[in-house]
């Protein structure tokens, strides 16, 4: 009897030098990961699974061993370090979200809408997979879907600038032009010296051919932004459908010397 009882206190001991071993390890890797020292924080992260593989924790350290392979550009480890978090607990929504948005990088657009309708089946009100759910409908012309998610997100956060814009521009592409422009116009007023919204604007006057609401949308944002090359890439795309070459040719100059795509502008 005395053997027995001995015996399972060397297994509770031993049990608890390990778990404090692991607690060690994950404090430990999170602070490397804190000061950027990434090689060693995910050298320290395999070692904590080491010290226990089954414990369902570890899903999270694949996540962050994914976060630093992502860091370091190593997609395709970083989505098998997703994986293997995942077959530990498949209903981890970080987890997903991590592998939803890498998808995304990745340019696979079906996976990533899977697993971020599968964070919704989750947890509904789940705001960075309805955004997103929401642009990937509308990538593939799924309108009346994408509109739904972002209506949901907007009425979960009535001040979510990027959702307001995404259903503006939604309704752009399906041919809602009143209610699009009406829209930015309520965008702009609620955030004035945000030039992208004026960039975005501008755009869809300048596809109505309005095109002095268009150079007056430009304009502001340039004030706004003196130093953003989309500003003079906009205007000068602008004045050249308005046959104005001179200028569209100066403001290319002044957007490839800011750093702009030469791709963007062709004459």
Same mark, same amino acid.
């Given at each position: %009897?005395?053997?027995?009882?001995?015996?399972? *206190?060397?297994?509770?001991?031993?049990?608890?030098?390990?778990?404090?071993?692991?607690?060690? &390890?994950?404090?430990?890797?999170?602070?490397?990961?804190?000061?950027?020292? $990434?090689?060693?924080?995910?050298?320290?992260?395999?070692?904590?699974?080491?010290?226990?593989?089954?414990?369902?924790?570890?899903?999270?350290?694949?996540?962050?061993?994914?976060?630093?392979?992502?860091?370091?550009?190593?997609?395709?480890?970083?989505?098998?370090?997703?994986?293997?978090?995942?077959?530990?607990?498949?209903?981890?929504?970080?987890? $997903?979200?991590?592998?939803?948005?890498?998808?995304?990088?990745?340019?696979?657009?079906?996976?990533? %809408?899977?697993?971020?309708?599968?964070?919704?089946?989750?947890?509904?009100?789940?705001?960075?997979?309805?955004?997103?759910?929401?642009?990937?409908?509308?990538?593939?012309?799924?309108?009346?879907?994408?509109?739904?998610? @972002?209506?949901? *997100?907007?009425?979960?956060?009535? %001040?979510?600038?990027?959702?307001? &814009?995404?259903?503006?521009?939604?309704?752009?592409?399906?041919?809602? !032009?009143?209610?699009?422009?009406?829209?930015?116009?309520?965008?702009?007023?609620?955030?004035?010296?945000?030039?992208?919204?004026?960039?975005?604007?501008?755009?869809? @006057?300048?596809?109505?051919?309005?095109?002095? *609401?268009?150079?007056?949308?430009?304009?502001?944002?340039?004030? $706004?932004? !003196?130093?953003?090359?989309?500003?003079?890439?906009?205007?000068?795309?602008? @004045?050249?459908? %308005?046959?104005?070459?001179?200028?569209?040719?100066?403001?290319?100059?002044?957007?490839?010397?800011?750093?702009?795509?030469?791709?963007? *502008?062709? @004459?």
């Amino acid at each position: %009897m005395k053997r027995i009882i001995s015996f399972t *206190l060397i297994l509770c001991w031993c049990f608890c030098v390990s778990a404090q071993k692991y607690q060690q &390890l994950v404090k430990r890797g999170l602070e490397q990961m804190q000061v950027d020292s $990434l090689q060693q924080a995910e050298a320290t992260f395999r070692e904590a699974i080491e010290v226990d593989p089954l414990i369902k924790s570890n899903a999270l350290l694949y996540q962050y061993i994914g976060n630093i392979q992502e860091r370091r550009g190593e997609y395709q480890r970083a989505l098998e370090s997703y994986n293997q978090g995942l077959a530990i607990s498949g209903t981890t929504i970080s987890l $997903l979200l991590n592998r939803a948005s890498l998808y995304m990088h990745m340019d696979k657009p079906t996976r990533a %809408m899977a697993d971020y309708t599968e964070v919704l089946n989750l947890e509904p009100n789940q705001t960075e997979a309805l955004f997103f759910r929401a642009y990937l409908y509308s990538q593939q012309r799924d309108y009346k879907r994408s509109r739904a998610d @972002y209506e949901r *997100l907007i009425k979960l956060e009535p %001040m979510n600038e990027k959702a307001r &814009l995404g259903l503006a521009i939604l309704n752009d592409k399906d041919r809602r !032009p009143r209610e699009a422009i009406e829209q930015m116009d309520a965008l702009v007023q609620l955030f004035p010296k945000h030039a992208s919204l004026y960039l975005v604007r501008g755009d869809m @006057y300048q596809s109505r051919k309005q095109y002095d *609401l268009a150079l007056s949308d430009f304009n502001r944002a340039i004030e $706004l932004e !003196p130093n953003n090359p989309d500003c003079y890439v906009s205007r000068s795309l602008l @004045y050249k459908d %308005m046959k104005k070459k001179k200028q569209s040719r100066q403001d290319a100059q002044t957007a490839l010397r800011l750093g702009a795509n030469p791709s963007f *502008l062709s @004459y």
